[in-house]
């Protein structure tokens, strides 16, 4: 049998039993603990890793620049500046009933949006868990199980749809997909890749519009795709339905991305499309793909590479995985097992609970820095309930500082992508207000006081001009808004084909 690496291990016996064994280094009764002096010392070189000087963010902030730009010129590139067709901003008067399906990181939405102009709307939604299995099984049974929601969904808050299909009823709908898919028109899109640990076979490279379609009419779904977009451009369109100052929209959530609005004439790739000059189209940047395979840019720790290594796609999404809700935990984690490993932390305590990949959420960074008591009880209870470790309060104060470095990391380089775009689009001076979800936004505490601070490095305190908020359901409200614009548009005769 190998020695453990750890301070712990587990034996599997010949008839299969298996036995957990702890290695105890010393004679005395309690659990040996890093004293205050150790985790002070190793604090201190974490602090080095994970820190971002405003110098090197304005570096990062050029190149951020430059790739955005790279990404009009033509298509391809790593960061994708995606062409969504929606044009221009929502009037506030788009009205009438919508649904939107929202196929996001985490959950399947299905939304019946009534928009009712003047900027109010009223929503009701139905939410399904996806399963593991779901994100990795056949790309065509993802999106029957989405028809499945939608004609479940209609039946029990609209009427009977088999009833609706024989009187040719369709309810428009739209579709947000939140995953990067290059697109031709609005209810087209070709997926260039999965992100956020999607990795449904025979689905890239495909158009999602058409699998979905069909699954629609195979089940008899008294459905119209109107639009495939984004959670990011949805969620630039909803802001604006309700705050006409948001020039923005990013997300923080499982996933990272921005959307903004370009004006045609600077968009080199959409060159002999017959769109005017000044005509204006939402751009969803996917910019979570920045820096992706050559790695020049960011400053990745041996954590990140661990991270980008072992996942399902080795090289891409190179910012999002220094960024996102799925990948904190597991960079924290990472460290931890690395302090274990050297024996500094949980000497003779079984660790393999903290040992399974991603097992530790990004939801416990954000508990552990609220820890609101003197004796971070909060964190007692994370590493005793989910992982069977005792901890001493010096380890726990080093968890918490780890959990703010890496957390704080993640929001300046946020604002790097922010400052980005405020620099491409020249917003520095006026200001805006850049519309803001997921849930490392929505929950995480003091991200965008982070964000914001990231700003004021990053610009000075002309930085105070970019404020981010809220937003609005983008992959909901914002989806439906982009259904009526885009039935609008094309009733108007305006870029029918698109
Ligand atoms: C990932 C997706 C992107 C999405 C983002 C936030 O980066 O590729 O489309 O907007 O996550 O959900």
């Excluded at 929502?90 to 196929?103: F, V």
């Excluded at 049974?141 to 299909?165: H, P, Q, R, W, Y």
């Excluded at 995985?321 to 024996?343: A, F, T």
């Amino acid at each position: 049998m190998p020695a453990s690496r750890r301070g712990s291990g587990t034996i599997t016996l010949p008839t299969g039993v298996t036995l957990n064994y702890h290695t105890r280094t010393n004679e005395e009764e309690d659990l040996p603990h890093a004293t205050k002096k150790t985790m002070a010392d190793h604090l201190r070189k974490f602090e080095s890793l994970f820190t971002l000087t405003p110098q090197r963010m304005r570096m990062i902030v050029d190149a951020f620049t430059e790739s955005l730009e790279i990404g009009l010129e033509s298509s391809g590139q790593v960061v994708p500046m995606i062409p969504t067709f929606v044009f221009g901003w929502p009037s506030g008067h788009e009205s009438g009933e919508y649904l939107a399906l929202d196929l996001g990181g985490t959950n399947l939405r299905v939304c019946l949006v009534t928009l009712h102009g003047g900027g109010k709307f009223e929503i009701t939604q139905s939410k399904y868990r996806l399963t593991e299995e779901q994100k990795h099984d056949d790309g065509q049974k993802l999106f029957d199980f989405c028809a499945d929601c939608v004609k479940t969904f209609i039946n029990s808050n609209l009427g009977d749809s088999e009833e609706m299909i024989k009187s040719g009823v369709k309810l428009p709908l739209g579709f947000t997909f939140s995953y990067p898919c290059s697109q031709e028109r609005i209810d087209h899109g070709v997926l260039i890749r999965w992100t956020k640990g999607f990795s449904a076979p025979n689905t890239e490279g495909c158009d999602v519009a058409a699998m979905f379609r069909e699954a629609l009419e195979a089940q008899n779904v008294p459905v119209d795709l109107v639009a495939l977009t984004c959670d990011t451009t949805g969620t630039l369109i909803a802001s604006t339905y309700v705050n006409p100052k948001t020039k923005i929209a990013v997300i923080f959530g499982t996933g990272c991305n921005a959307a903004y609005m370009e004006t045609i004439k600077e968009i080199p790739k959409l060159k002999g499309c017959g769109f005017a000059d000044d005509t204006e189209i939402a751009i969803n940047c996917e910019w979570g793909a920045f820096d992706s395979f050559q790695h020049e840019h960011l400053p990745r720790t041996k954590y990140d590479i661990t991270v980008d290594e072992s996942s399902n796609k080795p090289g891409e999404q190179a910012f999002e995985k220094l960024i996102s809700g799925r990948y904190l935990g597991e960079i924290l984690r990472l460290v931890i097992c690395d302090l274990i490993d050297e024996g500094v932390l949980f000497l003779g305590q079984n660790t393999y609970k903290i040992e399974i990949p991603y097992s530790f959420d990004t939801a416990f960074l954000s508990l552990m820095e609220s820890d609101p008591t003197d004796e971070l009880l909060m964190i007692i209870g994370i590493f005793t309930h989910f992982f069977a470790l005792e901890t001493t309060l010096a380890e726990r104060q080093f968890f918490r500082a780890l959990a703010k470095l890496i957390g704080k990391r993640s929001a300046r380089l946020s604002a790097c992508g922010i400052a980005a775009i405020v620099n491409r689009k020249s917003l520095l001076e006026d200001g805006c207000s850049v519309g803001a979800d997921g849930s490392l936004y929505n929950k995480y505490p003091g991200f965008a006081d982070r964000v914001h601070e990231g700003l004021q490095d990053i610009f000075g305190d002309k930085g105070l001009n970019i404020v981010t908020h809220h937003a609005e359901d983008g992959s909901g409200i914002g989806s439906a808004i982009i259904a009526a614009m885009t039935k609008k548009r094309k009733e108007t005769g305006l870029y029918p084909n698109y």
